[in-house]
């Protein structure tokens, strides 16, 4: 049982003891069975005298959803709701130098897969809710914890399924997530962390491009062939989009009114503007292609991530003029909803600020727009406001450990990580 002193050390190596135990269980996904890790989430939280609730989207596929709630005497109120994912991405074993779910801790480093996406995060929100219950902290409305499937592969059992079915039991005023980090060097080239919170996200605008035209041998060069078309077409869609100047963006003022420029690199170029990727070409007859064959078709996957402020018709009616010349047509193959950038004047946004401040004085706290997506979007399409931030302090060397090999977090952020959204939830449910 809690016995443990609340924010000593002794409760530090409880927690993260527990942080070391659910990384042991593997949810790997696919096939993303989490039905033991809700088992043991269940036990843990029970011990605690803190009630949870399971909701299985697929019971056979082991999809399941854990809700733990702390009640406050006001059941009416909406509530704060700590999101995060059971589930993770496979490993690649032989490329790990431990083993990815023995939870070890190596030189002040905790290894396994999920330690930053994001068992971590789930056990600082339990850790902290935990303490709100240890240390009595009377609340103005409750405060949950969803631990939801299936958010590797899409959410469709996960979070999705929760905010479509059981809206009702979690009634969030806000969401606080995953979405972003605090780090040091990546916006800026001095010293001083900076705490990116995640307030909205890109949308996805996955197209293909196609061109088509006469075939024959290739001793004799067609002016119309569909392959070099379609390169020249590519050629000037991606200047297109790489010289589009974005619009103006409150978040980016935002930012930049904190921090300055930040300094330039694919990941903050990315964040500030729309964006394309080709991904894949494909022309040729025959397998493997002939070479000296001019084909009918070719066509490209070109993935676009564009701004929440972006509006998408603009865009692609842009996109195809620019192209149009070279005889290429571009389908639309998949999109995401364009959901609301949760607003910066919201009392939560300050609580995370005050919070972060009075545990790193020296600390910047940014608002930004990730460029993937969360299981965020799926609150803010009901007009839900998603805070996602990670407050841990990380190297980028350790960010690009996440889907990665050696995953792992250092052990006294997640320590301070627990701090943080304690103080955080205090601020947004506790009595004043
Ligand atoms: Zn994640």
């Not at 935002?254 to 300055?260: S, T």
């Amino acid at each position: 049982m809690g016995s443990s002193h609340p924010l000593s050390r002794t409760f530090e190596e409880e927690s993260l003891g527990w942080l070391q135990e659910y990384l042991r269980i593997n949810t790997v996904n696919p096939p993303g069975d989490v039905r033991p890790a809700v088992a043991w989430l269940q036990r843990r939280l029970t011990e605690e005298g803190i009630p949870t609730t399971v909701y299985a989207s697929d019971s056979q596929g082991g999809k399941v959803n854990l809700v733990a709630r702390w009640p406050s005497r006001y059941p009416e109120e909406p509530t704060v709701l700590l999101l995060n994912h059971l589930d993770v991405v496979p490993v690649e074993r032989e490329q790990w130098t431990v083993d990815p779910f023995a939870g070890l801790i190596h030189h002040g480093y905790l290894y396994g897969r999920g330690a930053l996406d994001m068992k971590g995060m789930a056990m600082a929100e339990m850790s902290a809710l935990i303490l709100l219950k240890r240390l009595n902290i009377p609340l103005t409305r409750d405060v949950l914890i969803l631990f939801a499937a299936d958010e590797e592969v899409g959410s469709a059992l996960g979070a999705q399924w929760m905010v479509t079915h059981h809206r009702d039991v979690l009634r969030p005023w806000v969401v606080l997530n995953e979405g972003g980090e605090g780090s040091i060097g990546l916006w800026t080239d001095d010293r001083r962390p900076v705490y990116a919170v995640q307030v909205g996200e890109k949308q996805v605008c996955w197209m293909q491009w196609t061109a088509e035209g006469p075939s024959g041998h290739a001793s004799l060069p067609l002016p119309d062939n569909a392959s070099e078309r379609l390169m020249y077409a590519l050629v000037a869609g991606l200047q297109w989009v790489r010289q589009r100047v974005p619009a103006p963006d409150p978040v980016w003022a935002c930012l930049h009114q904190r921090l300055g420029t930040p300094k330039s690199t694919p990941f903050t170029d990315a964040l500030q503007r729309d964006t394309v990727s080709l991904t894949a070409l494909q022309s040729g007859v025959g397998t493997p292609p002939k070479i000296n064959v001019i084909p009918g078709r070719a066509t490209a996957m070109v993935d676009g991530r564009l701004l929440p402020t972006t509006d998408r018709e603009t865009f692609l009616q842009g996109l195809r003029s620019c192209v149009q010349s070279f005889g290429v047509t571009i389908e639309v193959l998949q999109t995401s909803p364009v959901t609301p950038t949760s607003p910066l004047d919201h009392p939560a946004w300050q609580a995370i600020e005050e919070s972060i401040l009075a545990q790193v004085p020296e600390a910047r706290v940014v608002p930004m727009i990730s460029a993937g997506a969360t299981d965020s979007r799926f609150f803010r399409a009901h007009g839900i406001p998603c805070y996602g931030i990670m407050p841990m302090v990380l190297s980028e060397e350790l960010l690009a450990t996440v889907h990665s090999h050696d995953e792992r977090l250092p052990v006294e952020e997640f320590h301070r990580s627990v701090r943080i959204l304690l103080d955080i939830l205090k601020r947004l449910a506790g009595h004043p």
